[in-house]
């Protein structure tokens, strides 16, 4: 299936110069990238190590590749050549693990902290507690090859807007009291990585500055592979 230009063109003008779109290639060809990095569109995000590690030698250089899936430590060195931004940080183990493979590449690796906004049990992330610590042990053991750009967040998957706004303000509240209460030279919440094809309106509302849509660009995922 081809990408839906007219959507594109949509969500490009709804967005404007302040939120950034991530478009969610994971599972499809290199042929929708394409088609939609002609239109101009330069943020890629997968979910996958091995699916990017695939795609990234074969599409244009110019692409800013997102890793917006779970990331295990194990896998990190794969795509610390090349990745522009990684959105999944939930552990300060992790953290270290990109630092080190950060500075085999001789690069710095910007990324997001994972918040468990949500009211299920099956997304990951930090709570406020666990967030907390991860900020102060970067006080006590500074990694200089990581810098931490924002929050990085997922609704409910729930039709009641309310609850999703909800979690959506509250992470942004977070983002906001760690600019106010931390001064780390390599933390600054200046990224809001919040809204997907179902939620992004509300995340806009709510200060998203950044979101990650897939299926209303792409159509569905095959996840038959």
């Known amino acids: ?3 839906n230009k007219e959507k594109y ?3 490009i003008k709804e967005l404007g110069d302040k939120v950034t779109l991530v478009a969610v290639s994971k599972t499809k060809p290199v042929e929708d990238i394409h088609e939609l990095y002609d239109l101009g569109q330069r943020d890629f995000g997968e979910n996958y190590v091995q699916e990017l590690v695939d795609k990234e030698p074969i599409l244009s250089k110019d692409i800013n590749w997102h890793f917006i899936g779970h990331l295990q430590s194990n896998k990190v060195k794969y795509i610390a050549p090349f990745v522009h931004l990684i959105h999944g940080v939930d552990s300060f183990s992790l953290l270290k693990e990109i630092d080190k493979q950060a500075a085999k590449n001789n690069r710095t690796i910007d990324c997001l902290l994972q918040i468990y906004i949500a009211k299920e049990e099956t997304k990951f992330g930090l709570d406020e507690k666990e967030l907390n ?3 102060h042990q970067l006080t006590i053991e500074p990694l200089n090859n990581i810098s931490i750009k924002g929050l990085m967040g997922m609704a409910s998957f729930s039709d009641d807007k309310e609850l999703i706004r909800s979690e959506f303000k509250y992470l942004k509240e977070l983002a906001d009291k760690i600019n106010i209460q931390y001064s780390i030279p390599n933390v600054q919440c200046s990224i809001i990585s919040i809204g997907m094809s179902s939620d992004y309106t ?5 200060g998203s500055t950044m979101v990650r849509i897939g299926s209303l660009l792409f159509g569905e995922r095959n996840y038959s592979k």
């Not at 509300?202 to 709510?206: K, N, Q, R, V, Y």
């Open 1 to 3: 299936m081809s990408i």
């Open 9 to 11: 063109i949509e969500i």
């Open 133 to 135: 610590e991860l900020l």
């Open 202 to 206: 509300i995340a806009i509302e709510e």
